[in-house]
């Protein structure tokens, strides 16, 4: 196998607690971390696995977003993808004009495997790799957990309601990453360095020949329900008394 | 007027939970009309099933062998080859609809929405955001076919005891076969399902080990209760994927949730939200899932659970 493709969401710090704007317009980002979608630096971590044992030769990130989205990709090379691409976009991109961009770069430039998160934590949307998949007419392994890169198959075993499923995909495929597929390293300074020199395209969205993809509307945002802190027990039978008083025990 | 496909999730023979409350969901769109489809190796009895959920007006077959595992792929041109009578095709929004609907949406040219937790109108819907710190209200455009799995969690089961006429549709579509079922490995057990169950008791990393899980089982025993648990106890290999809560794991409302050894991250309680009663056993009084606990007590797990095992008979 040549070339991975993994995608980098350039997305709000895991650790924010983010917040509804008091107008209801969106949600608050001024000031606030912004970090690579935690999933999409499970699926570079593997990606770069895959590469250091002799099974891939080349590995590219990917961003759709905002000029800062720079940021992600040069972590992305720190950590050790060989070039960057980065799809200029200053308004958010939806999931299946996204989805279009990732196949005119597989055309452009012949990709065996695309490794994406299984869902961006801002959007909670859990559809690009489904979509890339379906368009490109190539196997989807969702929400995967292992990865066993066998030649030009892979056997993926994938996190499901019920349990874990093990299914057998043929390349090119879009795999997406669960959480549990591996531990991303940390970067070094050495590596950031050294990620200054590698490539990093930029290119504009509209330079892209896509067919433009009606959008879902957001229209507002609120807060959601806030739950009341109840009231403490001091000790079991109190614990017992509570449940027993809502019928719960 | 609105037509709503509702893509049935199974396991192979028996219908899942899942497709009483993504009925309910399109139900709750204005004068809609609901059908089933059904894409099985055997539809007979799932069929059955879905024609008895109220509110459906007729269940629609698909029966071939390549429909014997839920293979996206396989699954989603069959269903875009059948859909261009209605204005709407809802899913699950769990591992078997977020797996397919996406492929459903692309084929189609549109974009998805996941997640629906309320219906405005016909184009209008609730959905979370950023693991549920925000709910957007989001239109999808008036003139193409609205694509979406729905938050399972937000709605109740419709009844049974209606009789649909079922009827077998044949779709000429050629289907890949570049994907490939080869095993499922579950952790079933004899348990309540954590997805429906009205009791949840659940255990976070404070269990230390999966022997120490036990206490957890005990409880839930006496109590009648499915088991759940924190991210943290299933990446330590305490209890099996499949028992998750939270943004990546399950999102359940039982009517009580027990939280014990768990902090209260966002990602956990997103999964929680919609709970009745959260009760929370935890030794730290600052845990941050005092916040959201309607009773809070604040105690060493290893002392409090058996105590609380042994109170309960
Ligand atoms: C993208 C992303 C998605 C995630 N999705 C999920 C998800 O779906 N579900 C999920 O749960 N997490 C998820 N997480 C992880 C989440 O952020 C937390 O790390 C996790 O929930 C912590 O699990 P925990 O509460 O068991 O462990 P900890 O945070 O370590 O908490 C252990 C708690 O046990 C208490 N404790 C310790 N000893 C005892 C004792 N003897 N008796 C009583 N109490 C004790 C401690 O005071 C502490 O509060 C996700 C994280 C990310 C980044
Ligand atoms: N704008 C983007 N730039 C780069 N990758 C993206 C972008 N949007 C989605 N992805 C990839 O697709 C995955 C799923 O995103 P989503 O479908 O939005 O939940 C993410 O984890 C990324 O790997």
Not at chain 1, 91 to 106: E, H, N
Not at chain 2, 235 to 244: M, T
Request: net charge negative; hydrophobic share 45%; with cysteine.
């Amino acid at each position: 196998m040549e070339k991975i493709l993994v995608g980098l969401k350039r997305v709000v710090d895991y650790n924010v607690r983010v917040r509804v704007k008091n107008d209801g317009s969106g949600i608050e980002t001024d000031g606030v971390k912004m970090s690579i979608n935690p999933f999409d630096e499970i699926a570079l971590e593997e990606a770069l696995r895959i590469k250091e044992r002799g099974e891939a030769s080349e590995v590219i990130v990917i961003s759709v977003g905002p000029s800062e989205a720079q940021q992600q990709l040069r972590t992305g090379l720190a950590m050790g993808a060989d070039r960057a691409i980065l799809v200029e976009s200053a308004t958010p991109v939806d999931p299946l004009s996204v989805a279009r961009i990732f196949k005119t770069i597989i055309d452009r430039d012949g990709i065996d495997l695309v490794l994406l998160g299984k869902q961006a934590i801002d959007n909670d949307n859990s559809q690009t790799a489904q979509m890339l998949a379906a368009i490109w007419g190539r196997p989807q392994a969702t929400f995967a957990s292992q990865i066993d890169m066998q030649g030009d198959k892979a056997r993926v075993t994938r996190e499901v309601d019920v349990g874990l499923e093990v299914i057998e995909i043929d390349l090119p495929a879009v795999i997406s990453v669960d959480l549990r597929l591996n531990e991303p390293r940390y970067v070094k300074l050495p590596d950031i360095m050294k990620a200054k020199k590698k490539p990093l395209d930029q290119v504009a969205l509209d330079e892209f020949d896509i067919e433009s993809a009606p959008a879902i509307k957001e229209l507002t945002f609120e807060p959601p329900a806030e739950r009341e802190r109840g009231v403490m027990v001091n000790d079991v039978a109190g614990l017992v008394a509570a449940l027993k008083d809502k019928g719960l025990a | 007027m609105s037509k709503v496909l509702v893509v049935a999730e199974h396991d192979g023979s028996v219908l899942n939970p899942s497709v009483a409350k993504v009925v309910a969901c399109a139900a709750s769109i204005d004068s809609a009309e609901i059908e089933v489809v059904v894409l099985a190796s055997n539809v007979g009895a799932i069929a059955q099933e879905a024609a008895q959920l109220e509110h459906v007006s007729r269940v629609l077959t698909i029966e071939r062998p390549e429909n014997d595992y839920a293979i996206a792929a396989v699954l989603a041109p069959q269903i875009v080859a059948m859909c261009s009578d209605y204005t709407h095709v809802f899913g699950p929004s769990s591992t078997y609809g977020k797996d397919v609907m996406p492929q459903v949406a692309a084929l189609l040219g549109v974009n998805q929405v996941s997640d629906i937790m309320a219906v405005i109108d016909s184009h209008t819907f609730k959905r979370p955001v950023y693991a549920g710190s925000g709910l957007a209200t989001v239109e999808t455009p008036a003139d193409s076919i609205v694509i979406g799995t729905v938050r399972i969690a937000s709605y109740s089961s419709v009844a049974e005891g209606n009789s649909a006429s079922i009827e077998s549709v044949d779709v000429a579509v050629e289907l890949p076969t570049h994907t490939r079922f080869i095993e499922l490995k579950s952790g079933a057990s004899d348990r309540p399902d954590l997805q429906t169950s009205a009791k949840v008791v659940a255990g976070g990393r404070a269990l230390g080990s999966e022997d120490n899980f036990e206490l957890i089982y005990k409880l839930a025993d006496k109590l009648g209760a499915a088991v759940g648990a924190s991210r943290a106890a299933v990446d330590a290999g305490y209890v099996p994927n499949e028992v998750q809560v939270g943004q990546t794991g399950k999102i359940i409302a039982p009517d009580l949730y027990i939280a014990i050894g768990i902090s209260g991250a966002i990602q956990h309680l997103t999964g929680i939200k919609d709970a009745g009663t959260i009760v929370a056993i935890n030794k730290d009084e600052e845990a941050p899932i005092f916040e959201v606990a309607d009773i809070g007590l604040v105690a060493d797990l290893f002392n409090a659970v058996p105590e609380l095992t042994e109170a309960l008979d």
